[in-house]
Nanobody, 118 residues
Framework: VQLQASGGGLVQAGDSLRLSCAAS????????MGWFRQAPGKERESVAG????????YYIDSVKGRFTISRDNAKNTVYLQMNSLKPEDTAVYYC????????????WGQGTQVTVSS
């Protein structure tokens, strides 16, 4: 599966953004999907994920209550709704996919920049 992330931009603290990740190819519904981010000088971290079968979601503590991950299997797209953005959310955001036979996320999109000004 090939992934194309979009929706990043420059916003002010407290604003919202919705990231989208469109997947090409078939069998999107069989992939677990995740959003990761990497800030300058920091390691990449997992932000949120959503399972392929049940649609269960998980989040890192710093975004709980502010970010929501969702997927539309009919559109082969996963979303990350980000509300109440903070300057510390500034990073390049990547979407990733993990197939049913994979133990790690091994398909990655190109990243989209999110910059939150104070």
């Amino acid at each position: 599966v090939q992934l194309q992330a979009s929706g990043g931009g420059l916003v002010q603290a407290g604003d919202s953004l919705r990231l989208s990740c469109a997947a090409s190819g078939r069998s999107f519904s069989t992939y677990d999907m995740g959003w990761f981010r990497q800030a300058p000088g920091k390691e990449r971290e997992s932000v949120a994920g959503i399972t392929r079968n049940t649609g269960n979601a998980y989040y890192i503590d710093s975004v709980k209550g502010r970010f929501t991950i969702s997927r539309d299997n009919a559109k082969n797209t996963v979303y990350l709704q980000m509300n109440s953005l903070k300057p510390e959310d500034t990073a390049v955001y990547y979407c990733a996919a993990k197939g049913p036979s994979s133990v790690i996320y091994d398909q990655w999109g190109q990243g989209t920049q999110v910059t939150v000004s104070s």
